[in-house]
Every structure is written in C-alpha cells, then in structure tokens.
C-alpha cells in the first residue's frame, strides 16, 4: 500500500527569531526615545519632590480628628513614636516625614494601600 502524504500548513506561531525581532524593535524604540528625552527633544513628566523639614504630628492628626492612639493605629506607626513626635522628643526621620505628608493630603490612599 502506498503511504500517503499529509500537507503541513505552517505553523501559525511566531518563531523564537521573530519573536526576538518584535523584542528588539521594542528595545531599540525606547532607546531612541530616550536619548530625544535626554537631548530635550520630548517632553517627560517629571515632579519635583519636596520632603519636609519640619512635619507637625499633632496638627495632621487633630485634622483627621483621630487620638493619637487611633492615628497610630489607622497607619501602622508605633504609639510611642507617635506620642514622642507630638512631644519633639524625637524628630520623624525623613521616610517618615513624607508618609506624614502624604498622610496629610491623602490619608483615604495610604489607608487602601496599607489595607490587608
């Protein structure tokens, strides 16, 4: 009996080169863009961040109406340090004063984002 041929379609899967290629004109896409970023050509968002020097505690808390208790709590800070703030015992290292100062603007967002 004769064996008969079966047709082979190509295959509709891109191949490891050309999927290497697509990569590579990605790559080379944001390298140009870039270097027109860096030659001023293109505009990019850019913020300038301003961390406080000083921070008052007990007026961002009394803002949100919480007891120092409460404001430790509702933000994952330790009472203690919270009470020595309000007490310039201790001054808030500069990581803390900008969570205080997002926590002062935005209170709502670092309750969803620290949410469990």
């Given at each position: 009996?004769?064996?008969?041929?079966?047709?082979?379609?190509?295959?509709r899967k891109?191949?490891?080169?050309?999927?290497?290629?697509?990569?590579?004109?990605?790559?080379?896409?944001?390298?140009?863009?870039?270097?027109?970023?860096?030659?001023?050509?293109?505009?990019?968002?850019?913020?300038?961040?301003?961390?406080?020097?000083?921070?008052?505690?007990?007026?961002?808390?009394?803002?949100?109406?919480?007891?120092?208790?409460?404001?430790?709590?509702?933000?994952?800070?330790?009472?203690?340090?919270?009470?020595?703030?309000?007490?310039?015992?201790?001054?808030?290292?500069?990581?803390?004063?900008?969570?205080?100062?997002?926590?002062?603007?935005?209170?709502?967002?670092?309750?969803?984002?620290?949410?469990?």
């Amino acid at each position: 009996m004769p064996k008969s041929e079966t047709s082979k379609k190509p295959s509709r899967k891109s191949s490891p080169r050309e999927r290497g290629s697509r990569f590579g004109d990605r790559l080379v896409a944001e390298a140009q863009e870039a270097a027109a970023a860096l030659r001023s050509e293109i505009e990019r968002n850019e913020y300038e961040i301003k961390v406080p020097g000083e921070t008052e505690v007990a007026a961002i808390r009394a803002r949100l109406e919480l007891s120092q208790a409460a404001f430790a709590k509702s933000f994952g800070l330790d009472l203690g340090v919270v009470q020595a703030w309000e007490q310039k015992r201790r001054r808030p290292d500069r990581c803390a004063r900008i969570l205080l100062a997002v926590i002062a603007k935005e209170p709502d967002a670092v309750r969803r984002a620290l949410a469990a």
